[in-house]
C-alpha cells in the first residue's frame, strides 16, 4: 500500500525566513502534486510534477522531484504571512488515472 | 467559466440515515472523483467516475456508492451513516489522462 509521508507536520516560522516540506513516498510513481488548503477551504493546485528532476517555482515557493529518491520537496522563500495554510504533497497512484493518495499535511503559520 | 461545484455546502444528518451529494464539474471535463477528508487529514480518495461507469475505487465500504449522469455531473451516495462519515467531501473533475484535477468548494457532512 502506497503510504506518502510529510514532515513536518506542523511548522511555525517568521516572516522573511526560508524553509523546506519534505514528502516522501512509498512506491514508484513520476506524478506528483503540491496543494494549498485554507481553513474551511477546499484545495488550491500549486504545482504538478510530472517527471524526475522536475523544478517549478511561482513567487515565493519552488517544487522540486526526484523520483529515484521519492522524495519532493516544496520550499519557501522570505516567507510572508499570506502563505499561512495547509500544504498537502499528493502522488497518483495509477499512472495518470488521476487516483490520489495524499500525505497529512503540513500545517505553516507563519508570524509577523 | 463555471469551476467544479458542489451542493450541498452544510448537511447534518442522524446515524443511521441516507445521504446523497452532488458534483458538476468544470466544464469540458469527463471524469469525476470523490475524496473524504476527515478533520486534521489529508483527503482519502473514494472512487472515480467516468462515461458513466466507477472506474477506480479505494477502501471504502460498499455503504459508499456513486452515480454519473450522461451531462458528467455525480452524485456519491452513503447508507447507513455513522458518525465517522462526518467529514468534508470533495469532489474532483478533469478530463480522462491529464495531468491535473480540480477540486470543488466541498461539502461538509456531520453525522449526530
Known amino acids: 500500500e502506497l503510504k506518502v509521508e510529510q514532515n513536518p507536520l506542523f511548522l511555525s516560522m517568521q516572516e522573511g525566513k526560508n524553509y523546506t516540506i519534505y514528502c516522501n513516498y512509498s512506491?514508484?510513481?513520476?506524478?506528483l502534486y503540491w496543494y494549498r488548503q485554507d481553513p474551511g477551504k477546499s484545495l488550491e493546485s500549486l504545482f504538478v510534477?510530472?517527471?524526475?528532476?522536475a523544478v517549478k517555482q511561482e513567487g515565493r515557493l519552488m517544487a522540486s522531484l526526484d523520483t529515484k529518491a521519492r522524495l519532493s520537496t516544496l520550499h519557501i522563500t522570505a516567507a510572508v504571512h499570506d502563505l499561512s495554510a495547509t500544504y498537502f504533497c499528493?502522488?497518483?497512484?495509477?499512472?495518470?488515472?488521476?487516483?490520489?493518495?495524499f500525505g497529512q499535511g503540513t500545517r505553516l503559520t507563519i508570524n509577523p | 467559466d463555471a469551476g467544479v461545484t458542489q451542493s450541498p455546502t452544510h448537511l447534518i444528518k442522524t446515524r443511521g440515515q441516507q445521504v446523497t451529494l452532488r458534483c458538476s464539474p468544470k466544464s469540458g471535463h469527463d471524469t469525476v472523483s470523490w475524496y473524504q477528508q476527515a478533520l486534521g487529514q489529508g483527503p482519502q480518495f473514494i472512487f472515480q467516475?467516468?462515461?458513466?461507469?466507477?472506474?477506480q475505487r479505494g477502501n471504502f465500504p460498499d455503504r459508499f456508492s456513486g452515480h454519473q449522469f450522461p451531462n458528467y455531473s455525480s452524485e456519491l451516495n452513503v447508507n447507513a451513516l455513522l458518525l465517522g462519515d462526518s467529514a468534508l467531501y470533495l469532489c474532483?473533475?478533469?478530463?480522462?489522462?491529464?495531468?491535473?484535477?480540480?477540486f470543488g468548494p466541498g461539502t461538509r457532512l456531520t453525522v449526530l
Open positions: 499528493a502522488v497518483d497512484v495509477d499512472d495518470g488515472a488521476q487516483k490520489l493518495v
Open positions: 474532483a473533475s478533469s478530463l480522462l489522462g491529464a495531468n491535473e484535477q480540480f
Open positions: 512506491t514508484t510513481s513520476d506524478r
Open positions: 467516475y467516468y462515461e458513466e461507469e466507477e472506474r
Open positions: 510534477l510530472l517527471s524526475n528532476g
